[in-house]
């Protein structure tokens, strides 16, 4: 099969969407025909569709999302992007108190089809106010959808249900992703939400992993695998909805599980997945649940400082050491 | 522009350019090399907007900074190694390495920090210039920020709240043309920044950024003003900055002759030939002027580059007070 990049695959389900759909559109800073996108993923979309339709925005992230949210509400598909997922702040109102609220809210009258793409994640030394993991942040909020991509396949698959669906969804990328290659298929596909995927199977441990993090557990599989220990790797793709069963699943047959995010640990994704292992599967395990996060500490710029905080597969084969 | 300055406020001007100018030059050729970690966006052009303004403050005013900050920790008065070894990241810098470029403070001067969230910094001015008013001094509180920020709500909502409460805070819009590759005439139906001013009852001024004189009038009026206690000013300093938006950017979104009107109004080759044509310098003095600041950066590299690098398990200090 042919390999495309994340960045690629983001791309080319933007592009076949739009192709598709009249009422799809994009908006956000940057996103157009000057820049492309900060990461590069809008690039070409303004030369096809027109500066109509992939709308360079002024800087100013709460109309932004509002926009989106008016659009969305009467006849439109709107695609935005907040160049980095610190900046969501700036439109929280808009993304969670309206987004995500107007359909029950207003009694089931009206749909709210909008996308918010971001990227998130540390690891290129942009320090406090550009590199954090605020997946949890969105998941406590009921009505919005949460999709966390790692592959290319699944980030063009996830984005296509995600633009063609009914609800807001709440679309995190990870900057590192971008350049990573793999298998997309020609032919179109979708993948629906609420359906984990198993990046690898195995008999010993289960790891759920999502977004940049699924790489470095399935390098961490690897690398134990030499020692026999056999790591079955889950990513759960979607935070809301979650697919509980595939993780309860892998957990009656592992018997253990180790949950990586990248976000701070405190409240964070590995909480609420630790919380429904053990509310649901608790007499399956054989080994406390073990969590590797950051530790709750804004992101430090310098290097080292940098490193220290991001999980990474050492601290991965260590969790996985501690239990079986 | 006018020369009523004395000599010695007029080299403390060059010079402090100058510091800016070669400064960033600096931080370009280390980046290039690859000794500077993450990314860079550099003040070169714009400097007769940090010097022109925060000549006219006291120590123990305060400023706010953006993204593109360098300039702004210089001409407030911070010191060249600390802000470079915060840069390359090293435990000497000011933040300890947890900053970096885009997050570079030094309270001790009165400058209250740079913000990589574009417009954040604006109300932050607004609380200082608060907190001055509730402790009945006369300090006052300016805030950079870039014409791309004045979109933001922050920007409004700021300058409403400074005026209904008479605050003592100069807002200083560094009009650069671009946000990015976002030209300001595609996301602003007006030609000037400062035309906002009218819509919150407080006065607005547009000056030629790279004329650092006027800048500096101009800004002498707002202290002026803020220090009696009769309100915020906003000012727009029409500028450009020389290089991309950031690290490799190209900045081929600029047509090549806009780039090269603005590179023939440098401010600091203007002001070098003001002082040159009115005798205030002979050419003798600049070149030693030159000479001190070049050896002044190589020090400040050379204290950034054998400053060591935090300990990883500082990571986990100063999460809270
Ligand atoms: C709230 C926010 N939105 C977007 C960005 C990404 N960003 C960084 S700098 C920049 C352009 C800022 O333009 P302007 O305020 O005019 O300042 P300049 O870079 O021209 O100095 C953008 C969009 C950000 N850092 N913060």
Redesign the interface.
Known sequence: MRKISYREALREALREEMRRDPTVFLLG??VGR??GG?FKVTEGLAEEFGDERVR????????IIGAAVGAAITGMRPVAEIMFG??T??AMDQIANQAAKIHYMFGGQVKVPLVIRTPFGAG???????SQSLEAWFMHVPGLYVAVPSTPYDAKGLLKTAIRGSNPVFFCEHKLLYPIEGEVPEEEYMVPFGIADIKREGADVTVVATLYMVHKALNAAEELEGEGISVEVVDPRTLAPLDKQAIIKSVKKTGRIIIVNEDCKTAGVSAEIAAVVAEEAIDYLDAPIKRVAE????I??????????IPDEKAIINAVKEVV | MTLTLTKEKLVEIYMKMLEIRFFEEKVFELYAQNLVPGTIHLYAGEEAVAVGVCGNLRKDDYITSTHRGHGHCIAKGAELKRVMAEILGKKTGYCKGKGGSMHIADFSIGMLGATAVVGAGIPIAVGAGLSIKLRDTDQVAACFFGEGASNQGTFHESINMAAIWKLPVIFVCENNLYAMGTRQSRVMAIKNVADRATAYGIPGEVVDGNDVLAVYEAAQKAVETARKGEGPTLIECKTYRHKGHSRIDLAKYRPKEEVEEWLAKDPIKRFKEKLLQTNTLVEAEIQQIEKEVSAEIEEAVKFAMESPYPAPEEASEDVYA
């Open positions: 800073e940057d000057y820049w900060a360079d925005t002024p800087i100013s992230e709460s109309a610190d900046l702040a700036l290129v030394n942009i320090a406090a106010h550009h530790p709750d500490t804004p430090p710029f310098s290097p080292p400082l940098e490193q220290y905080v």
